[in-house]
């Protein structure tokens, strides 16, 4: 989808962090509500999505994700365009459901 000559796309982040200690919760902790904040939402355990404009706005978000990285773990982040997150298959058990749709956009003229 084109919005204002903008190709959208979705921001994925994937991350497996430690909670071993107290101190690695705290940062998981940390990480998983700074995501929240930026707008993401989760898609499955340790699996975040964010539906973004346009290229320039997913690497703006691309980069926060990276100014705010626990100290330990691994943390993946993917952008795809509309169309790729269109062509992903779900299956809850052995049904399949449709992938979840692109947010409403706001455009002001």
């Known amino acids: 989808m084109f919005i204002n000559g903008y190709r959208a796309m979705w921001v994925l982040v994937m991350f497996d962090l430690p909670t071993d200690t107290k101190q690695a919760r705290r940062d998981y ?6 995501l929240i904040s930026d707008g993401f939402t989760q898609m499955q355990y340790s699996v975040y999505a964010r ?7 997913a690497e703006v978000h691309t ?4 100014r705010n990285l626990p100290p330990d773990g691994e943390v993946r ?13 779900t299956f809850w058990g052995k049904a399949r459901k449709p992938p979840e749709e692109a947010p409403c956009q706001l455009e002001l003229f």
């Not at 539906?51 to 706005?57: A, I, L, R, T, V």
């Not at 980069?63 to 990276?66: F, S």
């Not at 982040?77 to 298959?89: C, G, P, S």
């Open 77 to 89: 982040v993917l952008a795809i365009t509309d169309k790729q997150f269109e062509r992903m298959r």
């Open 29 to 34: 902790t940390s990480f998983r509500k700074m």
């Open 51 to 57: 539906h973004c404009p346009s290229k320039e706005n």
């Open 63 to 66: 980069a926060r994700v990276e």
